[in-house]
C-alpha cells in the first residue's frame, strides 16, 4: 500500500499508509497520545479523529488540552440543543449549527419559539448531557442520506453543495438524535460541564437576504461549571459597555431605519471625538512623510475592472446605472491612490511616495450582519498607500509598524497581531514573495512582538500583518494592517526610473493606523466604557453654578477656559443632581462654583472618580489641563495625590 507523508508542528515527517485516519497516526507517535486524542488539525483545518489522510499533509493532534478542544466541545453543544429542542418541539426542523468563538449557534424553521423558551430547553439539554450519551460517528450513503431529509430543504441543500463530491457522508448520532454533520464531536455529552442558552435572533439561510428567514439561537459551553460561571458574569460587565447603549446615552452616534441599515448618524458628541482622532492620526502621517490626499465617493467601474476589485467585490458593492454607464461606490481607497500616482513621472530618487487620506468606503454586508458601529454599509478608513523600491520595503514597514505601536500605546489598548503568508491563489514570483515574507517576519522579531502566522491567509497581492483588537466580550475585530501589494501596480502599471535609466515596478504598501474610525470608535466606546481620556472626551468640563447668580461668574471661568471644551450647567437643579447628571453623562471634570468661590476667585474641582478639592487656582487647573491634553493621557490626573 502506497504512503503519504504527515508533517508534525514541530517539523518531525512521518510516514504512515495511505487511508491512515488522524487517530491511527497518534497511535503511531505514542499510545498514550492516541488514547487521548479527541480531533485534529490537518492543513489548519479541524477535522473528526477518524478523517483519513489520502494525501500529504500537515498534523496536529487535539486533545483535551489543546486550545481547539473548546470549539470541538461546543460543536457537540450545538448538537445537544438541536437534541433538547426536538424533544421538547418534535416539528423543528434543523440546518446548520456551527461553533463560533464564544459558544455556538444552531439556526432552525418550523418551530415559532422565543427568549422566554430558552429556558425550558436549556433544562432539557442539561438532561442529556446528564445522561450521557456517547457520540457516534457513522458513515451514510448519500442516497439514505437524501431519504432522511426528504422533508429538510436546507440539508438536502448541504449534500448537493459542501457534500457534492462524497459518495458517503456522515452522520453524528446520540441517543435517539441524529445529524448530518463533518464533525468533529466529544466522546459522549457528558464531557460538557457547563452550558448555556444566551440570545435567539433572525438569520437568513445562507446568509442571503432573498433565502428564507430562520430562527438562531445562540449558546456556549465550557468542560466546568466555574468557566461557564466566569463566562457569565464577563458578558454581564461587558453588556454593560455595549457601545450602541453608551452612544444612545451619551448622544455619539445614531442608525435610523429611515436613513437607512448600516448608515450611522455622528450627533456633535460624537463628531468631536471623531475630529480629535483624525486630528492625531492625520499629525503622525504627516510628521512620516505623509501627503494628504482626496479621492471620491464613486467611479465607474472600469477602475474597479482595472484593479481587479470588480471581479473580488462586486456583490459587495453598490452600483449605479449614470446615463447607461455603470459606476460604484468605492470599497476601497487604494486603486484612487495608485491613479493618483500614475499622473505622474517618478525617479528612484522621489520613492518612497506615501499618502494618506480619511476615506468613506461602502460595502453591502448582509443585513443580518450588520451591529452597531461593528459592521456597517458606510465607513472611514484612514488609509495609508506607500509606493516603495523593493529595497525600501523593510524599512518602511518597520517604520509604519513603530507608527501602529505607538498609536495601541497612547489609547492603551490590547491587541494580538497575526503574520498572513502567501496564499494558494497569487501574484508574483517565488522569489520576490519569500523576500516579502522574510522582510515583514525580520521587521516583528526586530519588534519582539508577538504573532501568529496564519499560513496561506495573506492577500492575494502580498504577505500582511494584522493587528486586532480585542472588545469587551472578548471578541476580535480587524483593526491596523500592514500589507504588502505586488498586483496593483502590475495592474496600474506603476512605474519609475531607476538609477540604471531603466522602468522598474514599485511595490505598494497598503497600510492603517486603526482600520476603520467606525469600529474604533466602538473599540475605544467598550474600552473605556465610554469614559474617554480627557484629550477626546466630547465635553472635558462642566461648570455647575450653586445658583443662577453664580451663572455670570461661570461664564467669565468658560471664557478663561475656551481652549477646552466647556459646558454651563444651567439648569434649575440641586448642586446633586447637577453632580449626579455630570457622573452619568461621563464628563472628566466638574467645576462647582458658588458664592465662596466667586468671591475667592477660585473653583472647587471634582472629577469622575469623585474626588474633590476646593479653592482651586483657574490658572493652576488650566496649565494641567493643557498638560494632559498634550500628553494624551488616558486617565483624569489634576486631583490624583494632591
Not at 57 to 64: D, G, Q
Not at 244 to 251: T, Y
Not at 317 to 345: R, W
Not at 458 to 463: K, L, M, S, W
Amino acid at each position: 500500500m502506497s504512503t503519504v507523508t504527515v508533517t508534525l508542528p514541530d517539523g518531525t515527517p512521518l510516514e504512515v499508509e495511505r487511508g491512515s485516519t488522524v487517530e491511527d497516526v497518534a497511535y503511531e507517535i505514542g499510545p498514550g497520545l492516541g488514547d487521548d486524542t479527541v480531533a485534529g488539525v490537518v492543513n489548519g483545518d479541524l477535522v473528526d479523529k477518524h478523517a483519513p489522510l489520502t494525501e500529504d499533509v500537515k498534523l496536529e493532534i487535539v486533545t483535551e488540552s489543546s486550545d481547539e478542544y473548546l470549539d470541538v466541545l461546543r460543536h457537540s453543544a450545538a448538537h445537544v440543543f438541536a437534541q433538547a429542542l426536538q424533544r421538547l418541539y418534535p416539528d423543528a426542523k434543523l440546518t446548520i449549527g456551527p461553533w463560533t468563538d464564544n459558544g455556538f449557534y444552531y439556526d432552525i424553521t418550523g418551530v415559532d419559539i422565543d427568549e422566554d423558551d430558552l429556558e425550558a430547553i436549556e433544562a432539557e439539554a442539561e438532561e442529556i448531557i446528564e445522561e450521557d450519551l456517547d457520540i457516534e460517528r457513522e458513515l451514510v450513503d448519500r442516497d439514505d442520506a437524501f431519504e432522511r431529509y426528504e422533508d429538510n430543504q436546507f440539508k438536502q441543500d448541504i449534500l448537493e453543495t459542501e457534500a457534492a463530491d462524497d459518495e458517503e457522508v456522515s452522520f453524528y448520532t446520540q441517543g435517539e438524535f441524529e445529524d448530518l454533520c463533518q464533525g468533529p464531536h466529544v466522546e459522549s455529552t457528558g464531557e460538557i460541564g457547563g452550558f448555556a442558552l444566551l440570545e435567539i435572533s433572525a438569520a437568513f439561510w445562507r446568509g442571503e437576504e432573498d433565502n428564507e428567514t430562520l430562527t438562531r439561537v445562540y449558546g456556549t459551553a465550557f468542560p466546568t461549571e466555574d468557566a461557564l460561571d466566569e463566562f457569565l458574569e464577563q458578558r454581564r460587565k461587558a453588556e454593560e459597555r455595549d457601545h450602541r447603549k453608551i452612544g444612545q446615552g451619551m448622544d455619539l452616534f445614531s442608525i435610523d431605519e429611515t436613513t437607512g441599515p448600516g448608515l450611522p448618524l455622528y450627533e456633535p458628541n460624537g463628531k468631536k471625538i471623531l475630529n480629535e482622532l483624525s486630528d492625531y492620526v492625520a499629525g503622525l502621517n504627516r510628521d512620516a512623510g505623509y501627503d494628504e490626499v482626496e479621492t471620491p465617493h464613486v467611479f465607474r467601474t472600469e477602475l474597479w475592472k482595472k484593479s481587479g476589485h470588480y471581479e473580488n467585490y462586486v456583490d459587495d458593492m453598490f452600483l449605479l446605472d449614470v446615463n447607461g454607464e455603470e459606476y460604484g461606490l468605492k470599497p476601497m481607497n487604494c486603486p484612487g491612490h495608485a491613479t493618483i500616482f500614475e499622473q505622474n513621472s517618478w525617479s528612484y530618487r522621489d520613492l518612497p511616495v506615501r499618502y494618506f487620506e480619511d476615506g468613506k468606503v461602502y460595502r453591502k454586508e448582509q443585513r443580518g450582519e450588520l451591529s452597531g458601529l461593528s459592521r456597517t454599509w458606510a465607513f472611514t478608513i484612514d488609509d495609508g498607500h506607500l509606493f516603495v523600491r523593493p529595497d525600501q520595503i523593510e524599512e518602511e514597514v518597520l517604520a509604519t509598524v513603530d507608527i501602529i505601536l505607538d498609536t495601541l500605546d497612547t489609547f492603551n489598548l490590547d491587541y494580538t497581531v497575526q503574520f498572513a503568508t502567501r496564499p494558494e491563489k497569487s501574484v508574483g514570483g517565488d522569489e520576490i514573495w519569500e523576500k516579502a515574507e522574510s522582510q515583514l517576519e525580520a521587521v516583528l522579531d526586530e519588534q519582539d512582538i508577538d504573532y501568529v502566522v496564519e499560513e496561506g491567509d495573506g492577500a492575494f497581492y502580498g504577505p500582511k500583518i494584522d493587528f486586532a483588537f480585542e472588545d469587551a466580550l472578548g471578541r476580535h475585530w480587524d483593526g491596523p494592517t500592514v500589507q504588502l501589494d505586488f498586483n496593483m501596480p502590475e495592474r496600474f502599471d506603476l512605474s519609475y526610473t531607476g538609477e540604471d535609466n531603466e522602468e522598474h515596478r514599485p511595490v505598494m504598501i497598503h497600510r492603517a493606523l486603526y482600520g476603520s474610525y467606525e469600529r474604533f470608535f466602538m473599540v475605544l466606546t467598550e474600552h473605556y466604557n465610554g469614559k474617554f481620556p480627557p484629550w477626546l472626551a466630547p465635553e472635558q468640563i462642566r461648570l455647575l453654578p450653586v445658583s443662577d447668580d453664580n451663572i455670570a461668574y461661570c461664564e467669565e471661568i468658560q471664557d478663561e477656559l475656551n481652549d477646552f471644551r466647556v459646558t454651563i450647567e444651567d439648569r434649575s437643579w440641586t448642586v446633586g443632581k447637577k453632580i449626579q447628571q455630570a457622573h452619568d453623562d461621563r464628563v472628566p471634570y466638574m467645576c462647582v462654583i458658588g458664592d465662596n468661590e466667586e468671591e475667592a476667585g477660585t473653583i472647587s474641582v471634582r472629577d469622575r472618580k469623585e474626588r474633590e478639592e476646593k479653592d482651586i487656582d483657574i490658572a493652576e487647573f488650566r496649565d494641567h489641563l493643557e498638560t494632559e491634553v498634550e500628553q494624551q493621557r488616558t486617565a483624569v490626573t489634576f486631583l490624583a495625590g494632591r
